[in-house]
Each structure stands twice: as C-alpha cells, then as structure tokens.
T-cell receptor
Framework: AQSVSQHNHHVILSEAASLELGCNYSYGGTVNLFWYVQYPGQHLQLLLKYFSGDPLVKGIKGFEAEFIKSKFSFNLRKPSVQWSDTAEYFCAVNARGGYQKVTFGTGTKLQVIP | NAGVTQTPKFQVLKTGQSMTLQCAQDMNHNSMYWYRQDPGMGLRLIYYSASEGTTDKGEVPNGYNVSRLNKREFSLRLESAAPSQTSVYFC?????????????????FGPGTRLTVL
C-alpha cells in the first residue's frame, strides 16, 4: 500500500523567505504526485502535479516541486513567500495504473508573517 | 461549470441523529470520493465510487454508508451520528486517462461540509 509522509507539521516564515516543504512517499511502483493547497476556510485546490517527463514541475503562484525518484521525494519549493501563501499544504500520491485511489499526507501548515 | 458542489455547508447534529450529505459534480467524471479531514490527520478516505454503480470502502468506513445515485451524484449517510464523526467532510471527483506511461488522474474537491455532533 502507498503512504505519504510530510515531516514538517507547522512552518513559520517571514515574507520574502524561501520555502521548502518535504514530502516522501512509499510505494514500489510508478506513481503520480500532487501538491494541494487549502487556504483558511476553503477547499483543496491543486497547486501542481507530476505525471511523467521533466521531474521539475512548475505550478501556480510561483510554486515548483522536484520529483527525485531515488529518494522517493517530491518536495515543494517557492523562492520568496508572501503573506497570501499562508495555508495548509498537502502532498498526495496515487499509484499509476488500475484504480485511482489517492493517498494524502497529514499536511503542513504554513504561516507567513508580514 | 460549478465543479463539485456539496450541501449543506454546515450542520449540527445530536448524538444518534441521522443525516445525508449530498455531493454532485458536473464534469462528467467517473469516480467520486468522500473524505473526512481532522486536525493533524490530513484527509482520510471514507468511501469511493470508481464508476457509476460501484462503491467501495476506504480507510475509515465505519458508521457511514454511501449511494452513487447516478454519474453526477454521490451521497454520504450517517445513520446514527456520534461525536467522533465531528469533522469536515469533502467530496471529490476525478477521471482517469491512459497515457504512454500509464494511467493518470486528478481529483477535484468540493467546498466541504463542517459537521458537529453534540
């Protein structure tokens, strides 16, 4: 069975600081990878996804993530955060092929201080 | 397109009461899901429906039932609510397509239902 680990539960940054949120997954086969964002009081929205090809994926709002297959990792990065990035971020994985069940990490709460 | 819609947005129940959460999607997706979100636990899958006419249990199905009414609608029922079911419930839908390297999908989420059981 697949699983996802997000080791940072709560991150506090000042505006303009750089961000990196860790995500590791465990699954023996090929996977699709996702980062979702949940702004306060809202539903989950897709930030970016990796299906195949270039392991460096660019998403909305200046976010990017790099898939490192050898490390089973899909870390989320942003060079300079803004107060509006305050949200909870979820990494998710689904095994490619067959049924489309998606497994989510426990989330990382990001607080950006102006 | 409205995407994924859920009703109600908020609900307060007493222990033992029943209710049904409604979910509909207008993206013609085959698969639909119900998750619950609890602090520090991320999203946990309650039930899913891979296609119209099928439903299966997820990680935390106890105390819930589902109905895939048609391709658009997927409801979640609490027969006898318990305080442990206080949570935020999200419905999602997805479709899959087959590419050169395998099967791909992306889930789209509804706005959520905040349920409190007293």
């Amino acid at each position: 069975a697949q699983s996802v680990s997000q080791h940072n539960h709560h991150v506090i940054l000042s505006e303009a600081a750089s961000l990196e949120l860790g995500c590791n997954y465990s699954y023996g086969g090929t996977v699709n990878l996702f980062w979702y964002v949940q702004y306060p009081g809202q539903h989950l929205q897709l930030l970016l996804k990796y299906f195949s090809g270039d392991p460096l994926v660019k998403g909305i709002k200046g976010f990017e993530a790099e898939f490192i297959k050898s490390k089973f990792s899909f870390n989320l990065r942003k060079p300079s955060v803004q107060w509006s990035d305050t949200a909870e971020y979820f990494c998710a994985v689904n095994a490619r092929g067959g049924y489309q069940k998606v497994t989510f990490g426990t989330g990382t709460k990001l607080q950006v201080i102006p | 397109n409205a995407g994924v819609t859920q009703t109600p947005k908020f609900q307060v129940l007493k222990t033992g009461q029943s209710m049904t959460l409604q979910c509909a999607q207008d993206m013609n997706h085959n698969s639909m899901y119900w998750y619950r979100q609890d602090p520090g636990m991320g999203l946990r899958l309650i039930y899913y429906s891979a296609s119209e006419g099928t439903t299966d249990k997820g990680e935390v199905p106890n105390g819930y039932n589902v109905s895939r009414l048609n391709k658009r609608e997927f409801s979640l029922r609490l027969e006898s609510a318990a305080p442990s079911q206080t949570s935020v419930y999200f419905c999602a839908s997805s479709d899959s397509w087959r590419g050169l390297a395998g099967t791909y999908n992306e889930q789209f989420f509804g706005p959520g239902t905040r349920l409190t059981v007293l």
